[in-house]
């Protein structure tokens, strides 16, 4: 299915207020078709329009935090037939299942109750420190608070570039791509690190 097809497809579905646009997921399809992730992990699935849309193209498997139980429900609903390709996270007090992902997906809110605040943007900073490899993030709309804890947890180990992806009808951003490679440790790899997240960071927001 096309970008605009799914998001007709989920824009028509109950909750759906606020479902990725059709220029975010043309940049997640092209993501995930020019990079073939095999391990990919969502941070806030929602209604499931990206997780859709990942499944749909590519042979990843995808591991997805949602704590709301309706979102869930439709999660379920809505990638149904591919079961065996996805997992539910169902609270964040756990950690990723995996220790390596090729592409993580941030596409949550803020939180709600216990999550209220910077609590859920925390929370991705030690998600992505408790990983021993990432390759790519793609942290969709602006999401500031989020942005600011993702570069915290990856300035001390990994040297990082920044895509902005923009809006071609002029809005808002849509998103942000962020490649990761790894530092190699020792006190060169740090200053290295230190130096590029001292020149890259302000072209993240």
Not at 18 to 44: C, R, Y
Not at 111 to 132: E, F, H, R, V
Not at 174 to 191: A, N, Y
Request: charged share 25%.
């Amino acid at each position: 299915m096309t970008p605009r097809e799914i998001y007709t497809l989920f824009k028509n579905k109950d909750g759906s207020e606020a479902i990725a646009g059709i220029a975010t997921l043309e940049a997640v399809v092209s993501l995930v078709k020019e990079d073939n992730p095999k391990t990919v992990l969502e941070l806030g699935g929602g209604l499931g329009t990206i997780s859709y849309a990942i499944l749909k193209n590519s042979n990843a498997t995808l591991d997805i935090y949602e704590h709301n139980e309706y979102c869930r429900n439709e999660l379920k609903k809505n990638l149904k037939g591919v079961e065996d390709r996805y997992t539910i996270i169902t609270d964040y007090v756990y950690l990723p299942p995996k220790r390596e992902y090729d592409l993580i997906v941030v596409d949550g809110g803020k939180g709600s109750g216990k999550y209220q605040g910077t609590g859920y943007p925390q929370l991705i900073a030690a998600y992505l420190q408790s990983l021993s490899s990432i390759k790519t993030i793609f942290i969709e709309g602006q999401r500031k608070s989020q942005k600011y804890w993702i570069l915290e947890a990856l300035h001390s180990r990994y040297i990082y570039k920044p895509t902005k992806y923009l809006d071609p009808l002029g809005g808002n951003k849509i998103g942000v791509r962020i490649d990761c490679k790894p530092s190699g440790g020792g006190k060169l790899g740090r200053f290295l690190c230190e130096v590029n997240h001292i020149l890259r960071r302000n072209s993240v927001y």
